[in-house]
């Protein structure tokens, strides 16, 4: 494989390899996901990295369709440092490419759910592993659609987020970004008893079993109590794992629909999602960030650090299965 720096500029249009890194200004140039090679072809790709720009299923501020834009742009400066603390450029043996978006016609919603799943389904058969960028919530349930088929179900869920996502609704052609995990339980894609929440600060009546690690739990005992629980509820088994934003405190990402106070700080995120190198991942999101109520991109960046540290994680879990 070719790891040579031969580009400078652009390399996301104008590197052949799929491997490797460019030299860029920062502050310039075509804006990917850490400037990797814009492409859909998908022939020997490990991990395609695609935006979902979407919003309509929000219930309270709007803006989620611009995140994947924010989130590409915040990590240009990712592109050219060695990942902390990983140490080594992922891309030098795990080929990553940006697919671009999926396309959505917002004005007919109710092609949205199926339009997802075919975007998905497509990256997915072709034999890589997916990384998504959000987008409001809801595109977590078209997406956990499609993995289900690939890789079987129920999946295991690892959910970051202030709110459980399981509230009641029962019409199947909804979009509500509080009511996708409830769909997902009815319809056996994920299995609660083996899944787990983390940094909930909202109430609900009914948690369907979903294993809680509430924010001030995490406060209160470590990362290292959270990830020993993640471990022993999900195991060895596939898992999906979104990151909603507002699972952080409004300090660190106050670029989002509905934050909550008391959420987790960004290094205690950032903790949590680096030590899951056991965890059989087969897919992940990073979702919520509206950054037209960002200060200074601090949201955009935490989803950006956060997503590059699921690209870390991808590859890691791909050696672990010898691959």
Not at 112 to 118: L, M
Not at 239 to 253: E, N, Q, R, S
Not at 304 to 318: G, K, P
Request: aromatic share 8%; net charge negative.
């Amino acid at each position: 494989m070719d790891t040579t720096d031969t580009v400078f500029g652009d390399g996301a249009i104008h590197r052949q390899s799929l491997y490797g890194s460019s030299r860029e200004n920062t502050y310039a140039g075509v804006l990917s996901f850490m400037r990797r090679k814009y492409t859909r072809d998908l022939a020997g790709v490990d991990l395609a990295i695609t935006g979902v720009p979407l919003d309509i299923a929000t219930t309270f501020r709007p803006g989620a369709r611009l995140g994947p834009r924010a989130m590409r742009a915040a990590s240009a400066q990712l592109g050219t440092l060695l990942p902390y603390p990983w140490g080594v450029n992922p891309f030098n043996d795990y080929a990553v490419v940006d697919y671009g978006d999926c396309w959505l016609d917002v004005h007919n919603p109710q092609t949205i759910r199926q339009t997802i799943v075919k975007h998905a389904q497509t990256i997915l058969n072709a034999g890589s592993r997916m990384l998504t960028l959000g987008g409001d919530h809801y595109i977590t349930y078209p997406l956990l659609v499609a993995h289900a088929q690939k890789y079987g179900r129920p999946l295991s869920l690892i959910h970051f987020d202030a709110h459980c996502d399981t509230w009641p609704d029962d019409q199947p052609d909804s979009l509500n970004h509080g009511t996708m995990f409830y769909k997902a339980v009815k319809e056996g894609l994920i299995d609660p008893l083996h899944s787990v929440q983390i940094g909930i600060r909202t109430w609900n009546d009914d948690f369907m079993k979903f294993n809680i690690v509430d924010a001030p739990s995490v406060h209160e005992h470590g990362t290292s109590a959270v990830l020993d629980k993640i471990r022993a509820v999900v195991g060895t088994r596939p898992a999906y794992l979104t990151f909603d934003v507002d699972c952080l405190d409004p300090a660190y990402a106050p670029g989002t629909g509905t934050p909550v106070p008391g959420g987790l700080s960004t290094a205690q995120a950032l903790a949590i999602v680096r030590g899951l190198g056991s965890i059989d991942l087969v897919g992940a999101d990073v979702v919520e960030v509206a950054p037209a109520y960002d200060h200074a991109d601090i949201t955009a960046l935490a989803g950006a650090h956060i997503a590059a540290d699921l690209v870390c994680l991808f590859r890691q879990c791909a050696r672990q299965r010898g691959q």
